[in-house]
């Protein structure tokens, strides 16, 4: 949330955020798979795809169209509305934070303040940035291994997207991605939650630990990114232009600052 109101896409960060506090608004039919993997296409996030629910459902709602929205994909109201009343809330907490400049506490400041740090909340490649940074370190490689596509942690080991994520192996790029997870979970197999493509990108800016090797860059000790040095070097100084945004957005010298307009538009 704080990345996504440093970086201007707050809007959409914030129902990324209210989508993983409720449940599952998908209703548990055959109706819902297919609701799930039509409103899904093209995301490859399941972060991503609670944001699409939560942006046309209030589109839907303001043409008093938001329960019929429900029933056409197969939703449960009642969690929709959940989930887009959460966005509210953390709006609000975002004010109260004092990262939103010009705002202070009240009625509906909230989501006045998203508004107005949303300029770029349409860039969805921003956006999977930003997802992606709250998540790291959990990331995996995606490598082909006998013709199929798996996702490979740091100790080599496995794992699988769980049935119902908007992240399956078939429909995932055929090298040099990754995919960052939530958590992962034991059961039949080695399962990872709430799953997001990650572009390499993301990893050079975002991650923990990121130095320079022969052939490009190495991220969190293990993640290797080709790139000649030029391209390198210019990636690190990228990801110094998005830490020095950050530091001066929670510092609240933010919009306005010359400086600080700089850095971003290097990291957009």
């Not at 370190?137 to 100790?155: E, F, H, I, S, W």
């Amino acid at each position: 949330l704080v990345l996504g109101s440093a970086l201007r896409c707050l809007g959409r960060v914030l129902s990324v955020a209210a989508s993983r506090e409720a449940k599952d608004p998908f209703v548990n039919t055959a109706g819902g798979d297919e609701a799930r993997a039509y409103l899904s296409e093209g995301l490859l996030s399941d972060q991503l795809l609670g944001a699409r629910v939560c942006a046309e459902f209030l589109e839907a709602e303001q043409s008093r169209r938001g329960e019929s929205f429900c029933e056409r994909h197969c939703l449960h109201s009642g969690r929709v509305r959940m989930m887009t009343g959460m966005r509210g809330k953390l709006a609000d907490m975002i004010v109260a934070a004092g990262l939103a400049p010009g705002y202070t506490k009240g009625r509906a400041r909230g989501l006045q303040a998203a508004e107005a740090l949303s300029a770029w909340e349409g860039e969805t490649e921003l956006v999977r940035a930003v997802v992606c940074a709250g998540l790291l370190p959990n990331v995996a490689r995606v490598c082909d291994k006998g013709g199929k596509r798996r996702m490979v942690l740091k100790d080599g080991s496995k794992i699988s997207a769980q049935q119902k994520s908007a992240v399956q192996g078939d429909r995932l790029p055929r090298s040099d991605a990754f995919v960052c997870f939530h958590e992962l979970v034991k059961t039949s197999a080695l399962f990872g939650s709430d799953l997001c493509l990650a572009s390499g990108y993301a990893l050079a800016v975002f991650g923990d630990s990121v130095h320079r090797c022969p052939d490009g860059l190495v991220c969190d000790g293990w993640v290797r990114l080709k790139a000649d040095g030029e391209l390198a070097d210019a990636m690190l100084r990228l990801r110094g232009a998005a830490r020095r945004l950050l530091d001066r957005h929670v510092a609240g010298v933010g919009l306005g600052n010359r400086s600080a307009e700089t850095d971003l538009e290097a990291v957009y």
